[in-house]
């Protein structure tokens, strides 16, 4: 979309600086592409009148042209066909330079001495056609500078407009951002001539200067406004207008066209220009097509049209494709003297089915398709009338015919004044809220804690309050919030407890420098229990996964195959179990992790390699995070090649122990634990103050039966050592002759928080816990 900075200057009463502009645009959302100085090199560029033509006297298509530009008159040889006596072209005067860089000099042709040159609208940067010289219609004295008849020299902006904000497809759509943004007031110039009447509303038929009018496809066409102008003078546009036209790119073709172009591109609402003594049998019926009908469009190509289009049609059959192209029988010409003006909102969506089938987008399909103003139609003909009156002439016999079968008001959004500062993070107060929608054509009115928004018509993707908070944001501007948020929530609604649980699980595992892995939660079959996918991608993803600990193995497997040796990684996701064919699959969420590779990074005290990662170490872990976030209450069970993890009631919730992959003879083995994550409430972590009494310390060695686990035996301790055991580590284990089994040995840390403990309160605990296990366990002390 280009954006023409004279003619926003033009609407907003100032000159903008471009470069400001710019970052003042994309600041808004608007996001500025490009600024590009545009027809800036006409400066030596001057009208010339062409005062005698002569045919040259030693070339059949070339002339001699007397040509009257500001001094005394100059011979010029032209070889254009349309150089003519008593006109004006521009005029370049040897030393000129023109776009491209080419610098005119006095020089001979077939014999004869050129001063300068004629030029064509190609030659000048303003156009495709070269095969004719450039006309000027001005009343301007020859020598006159061509851009001061001509005022193309300009900068526009290119802005990417995206598909939701169709407002910013128009020239006053850009203006009115910027007046927001620099605080000025919009306001559309007003045309020399006579008002255009205000339109009388009509249901779905009616008649406007002897035309009938029906609509017979709402759904379609919601809303069409037609205008009756007569005794107009087609031609060319005056030079303000096609320079307006220029510098957004659009082709000047004739001032009635140019004017229905120009509203199009300043106010971004598309019309079309029938000529009315085309119509056929008096009438303009906007319908369906119907099957088998053809329309040659203004292209010159002929389309078949399908039962889904709109059409709009006289009498006898299709004139155009609404919202798309007109036909070339009801084209305007030079001959046209009465016009008929459409000014529509036609369906987005048809209109879309009828660019796509008939293969050919326009400006007017770009716009419709993106949405229209439904609400501002009436103002938008009466700026099109008008404009035609000014510069083609002619009257409005009577007012413009307004057919709307089910009007429609404007959209009403509440907004909370609480809730924009809730969302945003910041308190924004009501009267800036107000002021700040109202910058933009909202209107907001009090309604008991809320304001009551009125959205205007050019504004369809606003249905929402959070879509006008996010207005509010952008209008504010996101520079001048705080680079650091404080944490905030956008709903009330705590979080799920498995989140918070998840959350946790994420800081624990993160912090022991694994890092999170996202795995496919599809796989090949893994048992009965895997339910299948109804329509699978492959046999390779045709199940649902039943545990987290595959994927996590085939991601150690690629990192492997890009020779890395050292991984950690960890996934917490949703794994799944069949219960049958009329049974939705069973999810549980599940913690898993996988490790491989060095303990710790290497370093060169290692001797050469840090010991790599082996079974312990992803017990300790295993046993860290399920202490943490696993079943409240489970335990440890020691298995044949790893442990499981049980709950209170003894199932199995989890498993640790060695992993099968296929590792390559450089890397080290897999280890790895997955179990059930838990959500259950936990008793909260609180603080506890440094102790004010020293501790009391007794190493232990104690003969284990073969059957008798390590945790069992420190279970016991703990429930005998009551409150002043204040910790239990093991610090050596011996296994040899003369032992029924093994000798492990603890260091009892002993502390009362109230006073010192004495010897003999220390020994009189060591000896309960003896006892202890002695009786529950078989366990001996250990004699030295």
Known sequence: ??????????????????????????????????????????????????????????????????????????????????????????????GATLPGGLTLERRKI????????LCSAKELGLGTDQAGLMEVFTDAAPGTPFLQVMPVADTRLLVDVTPNRPDLLSQRGIARELAAAYGLTLRLPEFPGAAARAPRRAGAEGTVAGVDVRIEDPAGCPRYIAAVIRGVKVGPSPAWLEARLRTVGARPINNVVDATNYVLHEINQPMHAFDLATLRSGALVIRRAR??????????????????????????????????????????????????????????????????????S??????FERGTDQLALAQSVRRAVELILAVAGGQEPEAALDLWPTPQAPRTVFLRPSRVGHLLGIDVPRAEIEQLLAAVGFTAAPKDERLAVQVPGWRPDVTREVDLIEEVARLRGYEHFPTERRPFRPTAVPSAPSEATAAQARR???????????????????????PAVLNPLSSEEGHLRTGLIPGLVRSVEYNWSLRQ????????????????????????????AVLTGARTPPH????????????????????????????????????????????????????AGPLEADCPPWAAGIVGFEFDLDDA?????????????????????????????????????????????ESLQVFDEYRGEGLAGRSVAWRLVFRDPERTLRDADVDHAVETILVALRSELGVERRET
């Not at 077939?110 to 040159?117: A, D, E, Q, T």
């Not at 917490?572 to 969420?589: H, L, M, S």
């Open 681 to 725: 409430p936990r008793a909260a972590v609180r603080h506890r103050g440094q102790p004010a009494t020293p501790t009391a310390e007794r190493d232990v060695a104690l003969v284990l039966p073969v059957e008798v686990r390590a945790a069992d035996v420190e279970r016991v301790m703990r429930a005998a050592g009551g409150a002043r055991l």
């Open 508 to 530: 624990l595992l993160t912090g022991r420098g694994l890092h999170e892995a996202r795995t496919l939660p599809l796989g090949a079959p893994g048992g009965p229990e895997a």
């Open 362 to 367: 326009t400006d007017a399909s770009y716009r």
């Open 110 to 117: 077939r014999g004869v001495v050129s001063n300068g040159m």
């Open 291 to 360: 099957a088998g009908e053809r329309l040659v469009t203004l292209d010159g190509e002929e389309r078949a049209l399908t039962t889904e289009m709109t059409m709009i049609c006289d009498g006898e059959g299709p004139i155009a494709v609404a919202g798309v192209m007109g036909g070339a029988n009801s084209e305007v010409s030079e001959r046209t003297t009465d016009v008929l003006l459409e000014c529509a909102y036609f369906d987005p969506a048809r209109v879309r089915v009828a660019r796509t089938t008939l293969k050919m």
């Open 604 to 655: 060169w005290s290692d001797a050469g390699r840090a010991p790599d990662l082996d079974l312990w170490d992803a017990k300790a872990m295993f046993e860290e995070a399920a202490r943490a976030v696993g079943p409240v209450g489970a335990h440890l069970e020691s298995v044949k090649g790893g442990w499981v993890l049980r709950d209170a009631a003894g199932a199995v919730r989890g498993r």
């Open 565 to 592: 040796r050292d991984v950690r990684l960890f996934e917490i996701g949703r794994v799944f179990r069949a219960c049958g064919t009329d049974r939705a699959p069973e999810e549980t969420i599940r913690v898993a």
């Open 1 to 94: 979309m280009y954006a023409s900075l004279s003619w926003i200057a033009a609407l907003l009463g100032q000159t903008l600086d471009p470069q400001e502009a710019a970052r003042r645009l994309t600041l808004a959302g608007a996001t500025v592409d490009a600024v590009e100085p545009i027809h800036q090199q006409l400066g030596d560029v001057v009208v010339g009148v062409v005062e005698r033509v002569e045919q040259h006297p030693d070339a059949d298509r070339l002339s001699l042209c007397r040509v009257v530009a500001g001094g005394e008159p100059v011979e010029v040889v032209c070889g254009a066909p349309n150089v003519r006596p008593g006109a004006t072209y521009p005029y370049a005067a040897p």
